[in-house]
């Protein structure tokens, strides 16, 4: 049902927590399903050179959150501003169709970081 990819995130998620000097933090919901995903990150010289996260909710929402995690560190906001849902779904190697909100939740979170990013300059 789910990737091996997908299943290592989910079981060894990467940059998981709390940064407490984040230049920005976000949260994304999903009026949905309920799932929750928090992003933190500390911007440098125009790059994310820290992110970590905090999800609730379903197995492939925390896998979305730590893949993210590892595809946004060291770019800019300009070279993330046209990540997709279908990016995220295929650095997992796949997600089951009903679980594609996973990745839509990891692209709103994405999407809110980059405006808080914008509005902190």
């Known amino acids: 049902m789910y990737s091996s990819t997908l299943l290592d995130h989910f079981h060894h998620p990467r940059n998981v927590g709390e940064i407490a000097e984040a ?27 820290v992110v970590k996260f905090k999800a609730a909710g379903c197995v492939p929402s925390v896998a979305c959150g730590s893949w993210l995690t590892e595809a ?10 046209a990540l997709t849902a279908d990016e995220v779904i295929s ?11 996973a990745a839509m939740l990891a692209v709103d979170a994405l999407k809110l970081l980059l405006d808080a990013i914008r509005n902190s300059a």
């Not at 650095?91 to 909100?101: E, V």
């Open 72 to 81: 946004i560190l060291n770019k800019t906001p300009e070279e993330l501003s």
């Open 23 to 49: 230049s920005v933090v976000v949260e994304a919901s999903n009026p949905v399903c309920g799932d929750l995903m928090k992003l933190w990150a500390i911007v440098h010289d125009g790059r994310l050179q």
């Open 91 to 101: 650095g997992l190697a796949g997600l089951p169709p009903a679980s594609r909100h």
